[in-house]
């Protein structure tokens, strides 16, 4: 995964911005959010009593990384009930993937730059 990879689910600028450019928080804050996804995932099913919650922690938590379509598909199930998760679970797996591929490209970019 590379950049090229990016579908635009993460604003990564605005992470930055938020981060003011600090790598490591960067880094942590999206270590972070895969970490809970994992957690998450498992909890939005209709079935699953604790899901609006998940789904309302899920939001802050796109919203804070900069996954504002991740964002709204949560605020649509808080909204629209359990027909809703699927299009959460969509978003989480877009946001999911644009994370990774930044992750990598970040990675990459360290192994290419000068060490002092």
Known sequence: MARRDLTGAVDFA????????DGEVIEEVLSLFREQAEIWSSLLDPAVEGWRDAV???????????????????????????AALDGVRDALDLALSDVAA???????????????
């Open 14 to 21: 605005y992470l930055e911005d938020f981060a003011a450019g």
């Open 102 to 116: 930044y992750v990598h490209e970040r990675a990459l970019q360290s192994l290419r730059s000068p060490r002092v």
């Open 56 to 82: 309302h922690t899920i939001k802050g938590s796109a919203r804070g990384i900069g996954a504002f379509s991740l964002g709204e598909a949560c605020e649509r199930a808080e909204r629209d009930g359990p």
